[in-house]
Nanobody, 114 residues
C-alpha cells in the first residue's frame, strides 16, 4: 500500500505557473511509473504526464513544452511543473502510482482564469 497526497493547486491567471507535488507514504523507487492525471468537469480523466522508474518521461500532446514531470526519490515525491497555463488546463489533478500499488491521491484543484 502507498498513500499519495497532492498539493500545490490553486487559482492562477492564464500564462502563470504552478508546481504540484505528490508525496508518497513510502519509497517510490520500485514503483513502475508515477503518473499525473487530470479531470475537468464533465470530462473523462486523462493522463497528463508520467515518469518511469528509469526516469523516462512522456506527456500528453496538449501539455508538451509547458509541463515538466520530475521525481525526487530521496523525498518520495513527484512533481509537476506547469508553465504557461491556459484556461483549458483547469481541472482536478491526481497523482497515480502504478504497479505494484495501483493507488490514487485525493486530487488537487487547479483553476486557470482567462
Amino acid at each position: 500500500q502507498v498513500q499519495l497526497v497532492e498539493s500545490g493547486g490553486g487559482l492562477v491567471q492564464a500564462g502563470g505557473s504552478l508546481r504540484l507535488s505528490c508525496a508518497a507514504s513510502r519509497s517510490i523507487i520500485d514503483i513502475s511509473a508515477m503518473d499525473w492525471y487530470r479531470q475537468a468537469p464533465g470530462k473523462q480523466r486523462e493522463l497528463v504526464a508520467l515518469i518511469t522508474r528509469a526516469g523516462t518521461t512522456n506527456y500528453a500532446d496538449s501539455v508538451k513544452g509547458r509541463f515538466t514531470i520530475s521525481r525526487d526519490n530521496a523525498l518520495n515525491t513527484v512533481y509537476l511543473q506547469m508553465n504557461r497555463l491556459k484556461p483549458e488546463d483547469t481541472a482536478v489533478y491526481y497523482c497515480y502510482a502504478t504497479y505494484p500499488f495501483d493507488s490514487w491521491g485525493q486530487g488537487t484543484q487547479v483553476t486557470v482564469s482567462a
